[in-house]
């Protein structure tokens, strides 16, 4: 494995551990049961990113990371729900687009199709969480 694409792979796994801690936080706070369930699924769903990118990590000869990114303390800086949900948001929009730039380079089938899936999950999280602030008025 390159240094780059472990660097890569690192970063992910960092940004995917921090989303996970922000919407731990989130479910415990939000205003509706739908809500909740929405936000603690879209948690397991960053535990299994970020165990898989660590996976993977390992399987091409990398040490995955076991820090945590520092977006966990952006989002807590933001005062209120809404917008701490839209910087979510945001954060899970970057991580899509860090995919999509690197993809072109990957090399590796399994580890580019488990990054598009991955991509894929962020999507549908992102659309879910957009419909439920639509629904807190």
Known sequence: MNAELESFLNMLGEAERAGGRVLHELTAI??????????????HDEGYWAGEIAAE????GGQPSNRTG?????????????????LLNRGQRWVIRKINEQLPHIADEELAGFLKVMAQGHEL?????????????
């Open 125 to 137: 999280n992102i659309g879910a969480v957009e419909e439920a602030m639509k629904r807190l008025g």
């Open 30 to 43: 939000a205003p509706s049961p739908e809500l909740h369930h929405l936000l603690k699924k879209a948690g």
């Open 70 to 86: 520092d977006f966990v303390d952006k989002v807590r800086a933001v005062g209120d729900f809404r917008g701490k949900l839209e």
């Open 57 to 60: 990590t390992r399987r091409l």
